[in-house]
């Protein structure tokens, strides 16, 4: 009875064991470390693949990356572009080299309107910017195709002084049109011309006016010595200066004393004209002769073959002696 009691419980402890080694098991699965699951969510990123890689490896970045090329050295004319680290440029800048020229001053008669080779109806309206004069009187003429005179206005101003000028002036031509120049100019207290200033136009006895813009409203003549009040003595003044007359025909350079006679003769400075209209160099030797120290206005004018009349004029006073 015993023995079948112990054979009883080996073969249920036998079972119990069976059963227990057969369950299953209750562990966690291992997870991803960290540092794989990065990359592998970089290496989607990346590659764009589609389940997620778990390579442990580390990503590779493209080899034309601009960050990894450095940037070629472009060449353009006269400069030199040369990009450097984080992003900036240095531009060498080649430096032109010229040779300076004396300076052109504005016209002392600025004619604002209206401009070269306007069309005009009357009244023109005229506008200017220019000194007064020593005496503040300044003269606005109207001439003809052939010089005559068709208008003149003698406008008050305070002396010496740069003034804004308008005035309307009326007209009348015996045609439908002709060539026609409008004239300022002023004079210094002796009644000698001062400054002259001029432009052509086109008057229309009808139709609608079409004005133009003033021309570069430079100096045409430009008197670099003598210089003003300045004394000279021993029988010679030597003018020089700069000049861009308007045509070919040779201006003009004279000495004119307080009482309006000459001093020494007039001289002519021929020109020729170049395309752009620039300007050249001029030097001139006036002789005189005078008994005591003489006040002079050194006048240099250009007159014009198409319309009877002076163009342009600049001028400087100056003393005179033995």
């Known amino acids: 009875m015993k023995s079948n009691i112990k054979i009883f419980c080996l073969i249920l402890l036998a ?47 493209p080899t034309d990356s601009p960050s990894s090329t450095p940037a070629p050295t472009i060449k353009i004319p006269s400069q030199t572009i040369t990009p450097t680290a984080g992003g900036k440029t240095t531009v060498a800048v080649k430096t032109a080299t010229f040779t300076p020229t004396p300076e052109i001053p504005s016209a002392t008669i600025q004619i604002l309107a209206p401009g070269p080779a306007s069309k005009v109806v009357t009244p023109i309206h005229i506008s200017a910017y220019l000194n007064s ?70 008057l229309m006895s009808m139709g609608v006016a079409d004005i133009n813009p003033p021309g570069d409203l430079l100096e045409d003549f430009i008197i670099q010595e003598p210089v003003k009040n300045k004394f000279i003595k021993g029988g010679t003044v030597v003018v020089s200066g700069l000049a861009r007359p308007q045509e070919n025909n040779p201006f003009l350079v004279e000495m004119i004393a307080s009482d309006g006679s000459h001093i020494g003769p007039v001289r002519l400075i021929g020109v020729s004209i170049s395309q752009d209209r620039g300007y050249f160099p001029f030097s001139v030797e006036i002789p005189y002769s005078v008994a005591a120290q003489t006040w002079v206005r050194v006048e240099l004018y250009e007159n014009s073959g198409r319309i009877p009349g002076t163009t342009h004029l600049s001028s400087v006073e100056i003393l005179i002696g033995q």
């Not at 990065?38 to 390579?55: C, H």
Request: aromatic content about 2%; some cysteine.
């Open 15 to 61: 079972a119990l064991i069976s059963n227990c080694t057969s369950a299953p098991s209750t562990e966690k699965p291992q997870s991803i470390p960290t540092a794989s699951l990065t990359t592998a969510v970089v290496t989607v990123e990346a590659t764009s693949q589609s389940p997620l890689q778990t390579s442990s490896s580390t990503p590779q970045i």
């Open 133 to 202: 004069g020593a005496r503040g009187k300044i003269s606005v003429d109207l001439l003809g195709e052939d010089g005559r005179l068709l208008g003149r206005q003698l406008l008050p101003y305070a002396p010496d002084l740069q003034v804004n000028v308008t005035t309307d002036m009326d007209f009348e031509i015996p045609g439908a049109a002709e060539a026609g120049r409008l004239v300022i100019s002023t004079v210094d207290s002796q009644g000698r011309s001062l400054a002259l200033a001029s432009v052509d136009i086109l």
